[in-house]
């Protein structure tokens, strides 16, 4: 009896593995990007993308940062500011606007004691971006977390200052009027 039971819960796991394995197979990935391990990125609805069109900044190892469903991760490598870090993460459906999201953080963080400004908003890619400002715990950062709606679907764009800064530089804050969204 045990040994029929065993096999029966074998039998079941590795007919569910291989119907995760068939459907992973035979999902399209409409972003064929590797991270910089080499290990193809995971994309899912909606998908998203993002680039930026300055120069002086360059990739880094999307392992090298704290934050998950990374789709772009630079460092400014010349410059004032040389070593501030932009952090792009997928894209969620939304249908909130960058301000409440904004707001939503603003009051968790407040919550949990972390001092936290929010900034003046802006626009990125043309759309309404609503951002704050805080020391990451971390690390010795200053962070603008930026949030934008664009299409229904929310970017969570995160620029973080170089270490030991006490702002993020002019430079560097550049590239948030350089960032294209889109997918």
């Not at 704290?66 to 004032?80: F, N, P, T």
């Not at 952090?87 to 301000?99: D, F, K, L, M, T």
């Not at 020391?135 to 977390?145: C, D, E, H, L, P």
Request: hydrophobic letters at 35%; charged letters at 25%; glycine letters at 10%.
């Amino acid at each position: 009896m045990k040994t029929l039971i065993h096999r029966t819960v074998v039998a079941v796991v590795a007919g569910g593995l291989a119907l995760s394995l068939a459907a992973c197979q035979g999902s399209e990935q409409t972003d064929p990007s590797q991270d910089t391990e080499g290990t193809a990125v995971n994309t899912s609805q909606p998908d998203t993308s993002v680039k930026t069109q300055i120069d002086g900044w360059e990739p880094i190892s999307r392992g090298s940062t704290d934050y998950r469903s990374i789709i772009l991760a630079e460092e400014l490598v010349d410059g004032d500011g040389k070593g501030s870090r932009l952090i792009i993460q997928e894209g969620i459906p939304s249908s909130q606007s960058a301000e409440e999201h904004r707001e939503n953080l603003l009051l968790d963080m407040q919550t949990q004691g972390v001092s936290v400004n929010a900034l003046p908003d802006r626009e990125i890619d043309g759309e309404a971006a609503s951002g704050l400002a805080y020391k990451s715990g971390g690390t010795s950062r200053v962070v603008q977390t930026w949030y934008v709606v664009k299409d229904q679907t929310r970017y969570t764009i995160h620029l973080e200052s170089e270490e030991g800064a006490d702002e993020v530089s002019a430079e560097a804050t550049q590239v948030l009027d350089n960032i294209v969204l889109g997918g």
